[in-house]
């Protein structure tokens, strides 16, 4: 895949930028732009879900083109946990639609990532506004259990029949 930091990509980054700092100024989010470089662009934003807090980081690449939204599990999986992580991250994701988890085997860190390529696109307000959403929501969801699984509060047993535990309470 081609990658060179063209003009052209970076004056779509920076049109990507503009339509995005405009979405969290009219919803009126807090947000932190932490670099807004020709060919980078990287806001993080602090959430409260229900349970954990979180810190979703939305970065816009020149060179590749593509939106990223992220955010980092606020603890990191025993070595011991390991294996039931890697098994639990599968498990979560084969539900997903939009956006995966990643774990990270050496360090224990667990990261949700929902990309979005805007080659030759504007995104919308709409579709940033989405992003988020998806994102704060399946971290919301899955950072407690991740997070009881690595404390030995929850088994992989458990992790695994959770979904179909709260789809029954619904």
Avoid: W
Wanted: charged share 25%; aromatic share 8%.
């Amino acid at each position: 895949m081609e990658s060179a930091l063209t003009q052209e990509r970076i004056d779509a980054t920076e049109q990507n930028a503009a339509v995005l700092i405009a979405m969290l100024e009219h919803k009126k989010l807090k947000y932190k732009i932490e670099e807004q470089t020709p060919g980078r662009t990287h806001i993080r934003m602090h959430f409260s879900g229900e349970d954990l807090p979180m810190t979703l980081h939305i970065i816009l690449r020149a060179d590749k083109q593509i939106a990223t939204v992220f955010s980092v599990m606020p603890f990191r999986m025993s070595a011991d946990r390991i294996q039931d992580a890697a098994i639990a991250v599968a498990a979560a994701n084969y539900g997903l639609i939009d956006g995966s988890f990643d774990l990270n085997p050496e360090t224990g860190e667990i990261r949700f990532r929902l990309t979005s390529c805007y080659k030759g696109a504007l995104l919308s307000e709409a579709l940033y506004s989405y992003l988020m959403y998806v994102s704060a929501e399946t971290v919301d969801r899955y950072n407690d259990r991740f997070q009881a699984l690595n404390e030995g509060s929850m088994t992989l047993t458990d992790f695994l029949n959770a979904d179909s535990a709260d789809e029954g309470r619904s």
